[in-house]
C-alpha cells in the first residue's frame, strides 16, 4: 500500500492504488482551491434564518458554522458551484460573477 504523502510526479502509475480503494482521509483544507472560482456567494446575514440547508449541500464544506449559526463563506475553498443559494429558501446567498472575495 502506498500512502497519498508518498505519491509525487515520479511515481510509476502501477504503483498507484486502484481507484475505490482509500486508504486514508482526504486533505482538502490543507490546499486554498478558492481561485478557481468564477462565481462568488454574497452572504446575506440579515436574511439568514440558520436553517442549516445550505451547509451539507456545500460539496467544498466552505460554510463554517459557530455556536449554532453559520458564518461567512470560507473563500479560500469556496468553488461557486452555486448549490447553496439554489438550496437557500430564504434568499440569504446570491452569486455573482467573478472570482473576488479572496481571504
Known amino acids: ?10 511515481t510509476p502509475w502501477q504503483d498507484l492504488t486502484p481507484g475505490g480503494e482509500i486508504y486514508e482521509p482526504g486533505t ?3 490546499f486554498n482551491t478558492g481561485t478557481w472560482r468564477t462565481n462568488t456567494p454574497v452572504f446575506h446575514e ?9 451547509v451539507p449541500f456545500c460539496p467544498d464544506i466552505a460554510i463554517p458554522v459557530q ?3 453559520r458564518l461567512d463563506f470560507d ?29
Open 1 to 10: 500500500m502506498i500512502h497519498a504523502k508518498d505519491i509525487n510526479e515520479r
Open 28 to 30: 482538502a483544507r490543507l
Open 46 to 54: 440579515a436574511a439568514c434564518k440558520h436553517c442549516m440547508l445550505c
Open 67 to 69: 455556536d449554532g449559526k
Open 75 to 103: 473563500y479560500m475553498h469556496c468553488k461557486g458551484c452555486g448549490i447553496c443559494e439554489n438550496v437557500c429558501p430564504f434568499q440569504a446567498i446570491t452569486m455573482v460573477s467573478g472570482g473576488a472575495p479572496n481571504e
